[in-house]
């Protein structure tokens, strides 16, 4: 699991908030769903996806599409 400092916005000893690279939007979406927030697999599987998109160089908008289809609705 990832647990880093850097990304972690909030932590009051018994809720710690993290950061998930979630912004990217569809532009043919048909339904957006708001307010549902990723858990810790899913976190882990965007910003993994996020890391290896940046390390090949991606564009910022292509980083952030990778991490948006590796952690949307992967599971428990």
């Known amino acids: 699991m990832l ?4 990304i972690r916005l909030y932590d009051d000893g018994r809720l710690s908030l993290y950061y998930a690279p979630f912004e990217h939007l569809s532009e043919s979406a048909l339904v957006v769903i708001v307010g549902i927030t990723p858990g810790r697999h899913r976190m882990g599987k965007a910003c993994r996806a996020a890391r290896e998109a940046l390390g090949r160089g991606e564009p910022d908008a292509d980083v952030l599409r990778s991490a948006k289809r590796a952690g949307s609705f992967a599971g428990a």
């Open 3 to 6: 647990s880093c400092d850097a």
